[in-house]
């Protein structure tokens, strides 16, 4: 089992830039690919990045392409999401999690092909 703990959300203003952290428990962290999630109110849970076990390969939504930055430390158990040019419609809660998918599976998982998920931390975007 993998427990995930994010930090790292605020308030900013819009230009703005966060950087979010997901901390892991247990020493199998380097097996699970990590995504990062956004759900904002009275929306769906949607796809922000994911990075494989290795680090290898990376995967974004469009929206966010060019702006963010998924990267992950093994050794500190952590994986990270670096956000630049922040935007009020990227307010939301993100949510980090992981799951042990091919890569190339990993390029099209949803939420439900995740099997752990941390608690979230909010992002707030003012304009």
């Known amino acids: 089992q993998v427990q995930l703990v994010e930090s790292g959300g605020g308030l900013v203003q819009a230009g703005g830039s966060l950087r979010l952290s997901c901390a892991a428990s247990?020493?199998?962290?380097?097996?699970?690919?990590m995504g990062w999630f956004r759900q904002a109110p009275g929306k769906e849970r949607e796809f922000v990045a994911a990075i494989s076990w290795s680090g290898a390969s990376t995967y974004y939504a469009d929206s966010v392409k060019g702006r963010f930055t998924i990267f992950r430390d093994n050794a500190k158990n952590t994986v990270y999401l670096q956000m630049n040019s922040l935007k009020p419609e990227d307010t939301a809660v993100y949510y980090c999690?992981?799951?042990?998918?091919?890569?190339?599976?990993?390029?099209?998982?949803?939420?439900?092909?995740?099997?752990?998920w941390g608690q979230g931390t909010q992002v707030t975007v003012s304009s």
């Open positions: 247990g020493r199998t962290f380097s097996r699970y690919n």
């Open positions: 999690a992981a799951n042990t998918l091919s890569a190339l599976r990993l390029r099209a998982a949803g939420p439900s092909d995740y099997n752990y």
